[in-house]
């Protein structure tokens, strides 16, 4: 018997308690055309009456008042029984008939707007009042009780319901009360997760006994890294904080290079960095006060790879720089904005993806891998650095310019797959080395490329995410005429990596921080 499904099931009654009252009109007027009766609460109460609908309030059907300032509403027997009753049980017949209850068949209910209050306020007494209580419950019990009753938790599914109630002269069927009932215990579960995941916040509990990962759906995507995968993007905001101006639907390959882009571009000095990505590298990276300057000289580490790369830049794209991006061929071109005359230079080409990330912002979160059913979490490697972070642990110390390249190194550092090697002059690489198990081949690869695109002037400088376990490393990128090294410490060879800087008069700085990235 309790796997028992009405296949069609006539809706005689509604409960309506919505805080997003956006498109309420459109839907009454169908409910009131299937003459279904309609109980309702508070403001939505209020707003149905304005409407000029019939209407219940809930403290009338029920017999009790609204108490403790309306946070005691619905919580009531005779709601909580009409939606949850088996409408094949006898007993649950007549229990509802002996107690003069009603069934329920339609529960419309969205929750405060508990998210929206923490965008809003950091005042925790109003955050705290903005926690539904009574809107979840009953959208619980009407999800479970799918066989018979309807759920619907958003006003993006009213058009949804009228085209069901159209469709069926005022019945749904069991295959939309079903998909109902998942979205709203899908509803619940992201609301419920936004609350634990406030209180984890302010708590400063990064890693809860329980963690829950949430979203909303941004997009479904075409495929995944490869076409057989399938793939989606989802956020905990209702948006990405970039936005789309022109070109193709965004892959998930094109997701990620644009957020390895902007990882890097907006670390770096606003209005001053560009920087190019290759499938989620960076092969070029600069800081000048030219635009168009900082798009060349990044471009000059690596043009080969810079074809059908993403190119991203902290400050507003002109004509000019327009120009010089349509001369290859990108995927995606991300900026603080574009000048109407840019927009229109690089529209010409249909097909490339135009990204507006003003508004974006890397916050110090937590990241989130996982593999199988298992989640690996840590903090996001964002610290800056500055001159006080680091030791200069060789006899020649280097001037403020050197100091400047090596800090500019090894902030790019970290955002490269490790083993990772830069080197750099004028703060623009001129050699990347990444990904490779061997840092000494991470080094050839950073000094191959030097060679094969730089005609270099000034002194290069060489960073690595983490220490040199043997001098070779280090040999090799003074050979190749690297003036100066950072590098973290904590290598049982420190003192012969120091021993080798100052026989070789290199500059060799120490930092603790060190920077894998896998």
Do not use: W
């Amino acid at each position: 018997m309790g796997n028992h499904k009405i296949i069609m099931k006539k809706i005689k009654k509604a409960l309506i308690s919505v805080s997003d009252k956006k498109n309420l009109g459109n839907l009454l007027k169908v409910l009131a055309k299937y003459k279904i009766e309609l109980i309702s609460s508070g403001g939505t109460y209020k707003e149905i009456k304005k409407l000029k609908f019939k209407c219940q309030e809930v403290s009338e059907y029920t017999g009790s008042p609204e108490i403790l300032g309306g946070r005691v509403k619905t919580l009531h027997p005779k709601i909580h029984a009409g939606i949850l009753s088996k409408r094949n049980d006898k007993t649950h017949t007549k229990e509802l008939k002996a107690n003069q209850y009603d069934e329920i068949d339609l529960v419309i209910v969205n929750f405060y707007p508990f998210e929206k209050t923490l965008d809003q306020t950091t005042n925790h007494s109003k955050i705290i009042e903005n926690i539904d209580v009574g809107g979840p419950t009953m959208v619980r019990a009407a999800a479970k009780n799918y066989n018979y009753v309807t759920v619907i938790t958003s006003s993006d599914q009213y058009e949804t319901l009228i085209n069901e109630l159209e469709n069926n002269k005022g019945s749904t069927s069991i295959e939309f009360r079903e998909k109902m009932s998942l979205e709203a215990f899908s509803e619940t579960a992201y609301y419920d997760a936004v609350i634990s995941n406030y209180f984890n916040k302010i708590k400063k509990n990064n890693f809860p006994k329980k963690k829950i990962i949430f979203g909303n759906l941004i997009e479904k995507l075409r495929y995944g890294e490869n076409p057989h995968q399938e793939a989606a993007i989802y956020s905990k905001n209702r948006n990405l904080n970039i936005e789309q101006i022109h070109g193709k639907q965004l892959s998930y390959n094109n997701y990620n290079d644009i957020f390895s882009a902007l990882t890097i571009s907006k670390s770096l000095p606003k209005n001053l960095g560009t920087v190019i990505v290759k499938h989620a590298n960076p092969c070029g990276v600069s800081i000048n006060k030219n635009s168009l300057k900082s798009y060349k000289l990044a471009l000059t580490c690596d043009p080969v790879s810079a074809f059908g790369g993403i190119v991203s830049c902290n400050f507003k794209i002109n004509k000019a720089l327009a120009l010089e991006l349509n001369k290859i061929f990108l995927e995606v071109i991300i900026a603080n904005g574009f000048e109407t005359d840019a927009l229109k230079i690089l529209k010409k080409k249909k097909n490339i993806r135009i990204i507006d990330a003003t508004d974006f912002m890397m916050k110090d979160l937590i990241r989130f891998g996982s593999v199988n059913e298992s989640i690996l979490t840590q903090s996001e490697d964002l610290k800056v650095f500055e001159p006080k972070d680091f030791k200069v642990v060789s006899k020649i110390r280097p001037n403020k310019f050197q100091l400047k390249n090596l800090i500019f190194a090894f902030n790019v550092c970290r955002y490269v797959k490790s083993n990772a090697i830069i080197l750099a002059s004028q703060e623009t690489t001129v050699g990347i080395g990444s990904g490779q198990p061997s840092r000494l081949d991470s080094c050839q690869i950073a000094i191959d490329k030097m060679n094969k695109f730089q005609n270099l002037k000034e002194d290069v400088v060489a960073a690595s995410d983490a220490f040199f376990p043997f001098v070779d490393g280090i040999e090799k990128l003074v050979q190749s005429g690297v003036s100066a090294v950072i590098q973290p410490s904590g290598s049982i060879r420190d003192k012969e990596i120091i021993k080798f800087a100052n026989q070789t008069g290199t500059i060799l700085v120490f930092s603790k921080t060190r920077h894998f990235r896998h």
